[in-house]
């Protein structure tokens, strides 16, 4: 339990989607997770004004393994013919 006398480093269970297709949604990206674990929340972002996809997205997974298993087995790998970058997020939540 983290409170506030938590002293270890807490391990990150957001990962973040760089270098991702325009074409890529949130139900494509909740598919391609949900292998790796219970998928908590996921955003793709936009530009906020003329909402063009940026190529970014996080997703939060239930644990900070199902994240890493993401990480390891998603990062440098193609979708889309892109090929995308995937990193544990230890800014996340």
Do not use: W
């Not at 391609?32 to 998928?39: D, E, K, L, P, Y």
């Amino acid at each position: 339990q983290v409170d506030a006398n938590y002293n270890l480093p807490i391990r990150p269970k957001e990962v973040t989607f760089s270098n991702i297709n325009n074409n890529v949604n949130k139900t494509f990206l909740l598919e391609m997770c949900q292998n790796f674990g219970v998928v908590q929340d996921c955003n793709i972002y936009y530009h906020p004004i003329n909402k063009k996809h940026l190529g970014l997205a996080t997703v939060l997974f239930s644990t900070s393994s199902a994240a890493q298993r993401c990480v390891e087995k998603l990062n440098n790998t193609s979708s889309m013919g892109y090929i995308i970058n995937v990193i544990l997020d230890d800014k996340g939540l």
